[in-house]
């Protein structure tokens, strides 16, 4: 029944077609995500190599120990799957040809980037994490580039 009514409505109020050049409306695309959650990999990365481990024979501290290096671990992977996320976001949907012209090393940028992000989901490597953060600041600096804006880049740590 709701199948027919739809069917009535669709015939007797047809929706105009809309034509859109990206994904989205403009405005919605900014770095500023993956710059946000690059930076908790960063953070968790370096709370994760300053965890003591507990001597040998505390049960309880060896306990708590893995628990909390394990939920740092996902807090780290997480916000490194979110960073990649948001990246592939913006080299899929906001850069077009015409910013290849520009930047030249846009994909390379990019894949790299993306790359690091999988790096740091499977490893404990603050090199690594601040190697993320510097492709993300980099794409941040060619994304309002092509906005001609000149936005600062600000970390919170």
Same mark, same amino acid.
């Given at each position: 029944m709701f199948k027919k009514i739809a069917a009535k409505? @669709?015939? &007797?109020?047809?929706?105009?077609?809309?034509?859109?050049?990206c994904d989205g409306p403009?405005?919605?695309?900014?770095p500023s995500s993956a710059r946000i959650t690059a930076e908790a990999v960063v953070s968790m990365t370096k709370k994760l190599m300053d965890?003591?481990?507990?001597p040998a024979g505390d049960k309880a501290a060896t306990i708590a120990?893995?628990?909390?290096?394990?939920?740092f671990v996902?807090? @780290?992977?997480?916000?490194?799957? @979110?960073? @990649?996320?948001?990246?592939?976001?913006?080299?899929?949907?906001?850069?077009k040809p015409v910013h290849l012209e520009k930047y030249p090393d846009l994909h390379d940028t990019f894949w790299k980037a993306t790359k690091l992000c999988s790096a740091c989901?499977? /490893?404990? &490597?603050?090199?690594?994490? &601040?190697?993320?953060?510097?492709?993300? /600041?980099?794409?941040h600096n060619m994304f309002w580039a092509t906005k001609d804006r000149n936005v600062a880049w600000y970390k919170a740590s």
């Amino acid at each position: 029944m709701f199948k027919k009514i739809a069917a009535k409505l @669709k015939t &007797n109020f047809p929706a105009p077609e809309v034509q859109a050049h990206c994904d989205g409306p403009c405005g919605v695309y900014d770095p500023s995500s993956a710059r946000i959650t690059a930076e908790a990999v960063v953070s968790m990365t370096k709370k994760l190599m300053d965890l003591e481990h507990p001597p040998a024979g505390d049960k309880a501290a060896t306990i708590a120990y893995n628990n909390t290096f394990s939920r740092f671990v996902a807090i @780290k992977e997480e916000q490194a799957q @979110k960073t @990649k996320e948001d990246l592939l976001i913006l080299w899929t949907d906001y850069f077009k040809p015409v910013h290849l012209e520009k930047y030249p090393d846009l994909h390379d940028t990019f894949w790299k980037a993306t790359k690091l992000c999988s790096a740091c989901k499977v /490893e404990v &490597n603050l090199d690594h994490a &601040n190697e993320l953060m510097a492709a993300v /600041e980099k794409i941040h600096n060619m994304f309002w580039a092509t906005k001609d804006r000149n936005v600062a880049w600000y970390k919170a740590s």
